[in-house]
């Protein structure tokens, strides 16, 4: 079993819509969680980063953490089509190691 | 302006051939990793370091090598003994993972002819 899993997708959706992207993950000592967003033959860029459980949000996303359930999630609210890349999330202890989920790749369509 | 870049962005190796993929950084951050991308199969770690002169494997670091001379430059060897290098590289350097994550350079597209 992965440490970190993740829907690869694709996921399609209009433009506009509600986007929900999710990480499952099995290692309890994680304690801070990021999501990235890669567009085609780039490098992944940071995007939002939360620590322990809660709730945070940043314009049109919000990142979720749920340690309970060893459950993550991003939200994108009225999704642009400039939103479609593979969002990978990531997730750490107190380590310099990151471990990453598969990504998951969206398409908004216009 | 700071950043880390790769060089370069495509690079393309005949069979037997060691390639070199070059990493540098002026954020001066402290640790500095390598990963493989593949269709499907999200990042896999090479190697990684947290100290000059000091560096371990990751999951898949057969068939490459690292050096770590300076702080600023950690460049990734594939060498002939790496059966299916046909893969999109990334470097990225990282300090206080809790609190900024990683930086992630811009990726080297690595092709056997």
């Known amino acids: 079993q992965k440490e970190v899993e993740q829907d690869p997708g694709p996921l399609s959706v209009p433009e506009g819509a509600i986007v929900s992207l999710n990480c499952t993950y099995s290692?309890?000592?994680?304690?801070?969680f990021m999501w990235y967003r890669q567009y085609s033959r780039k490098g992944p860029e940071l995007l939002m980063y939360?620590?322990?459980?809660g709730n945070k949000e940043d314009g049109r996303f919000t990142a979720q953490v749920d340690k309970s359930s060893k459950y993550i999630s991003l939200f994108i609210r009225d999704s642009q089509p400039s939103d479609s890349a593979t969002y990978l999330c990531?997730?750490?202890?107190?380590?310099?190691?990151?471990?990453f989920g598969s990504g998951t790749r969206l398409l908004v369509r216009p | 302006d700071g950043g880390i870049t790769q060089s370069p962005k495509y690079l393309f190796r005949k069979e037997g051939q060691n390639v070199t993929l070059s990493c540098e950084q002026n954020l001066n951050h402290d640790a500095m990793y390598w990963y493989r991308q593949d269709p499907g199969q999200g990042l896999r770690l090479i190697y990684y370091s947290q100290i000059v002169n000091d560096f371990q494997k990751g999951d898949i670091a057969e068939g490459y090598s690292v050096s770590r001379e300076k702080k600023e430059s950690f460049p990734l060897t594939v060498t002939s003994a790496q059966k299916n290098p046909t893969a999109f590289y990334l470097c990225?350097?990282?300090?206080?993972?809790?609190?900024?994550?990683?930086?992630f350079g811009s990726g080297t597209r690595l092709t056997v002819v």
């Open positions: 990531a997730m750490g202890d107190s380590s310099y190691k990151l471990i």
């Open positions: 290692n309890s000592a994680f304690q801070y």
């Open positions: 990225a350097s990282s300090g206080p993972v809790q609190v900024y994550g990683y930086t």
């Open positions: 939360t620590y322990s459980s």
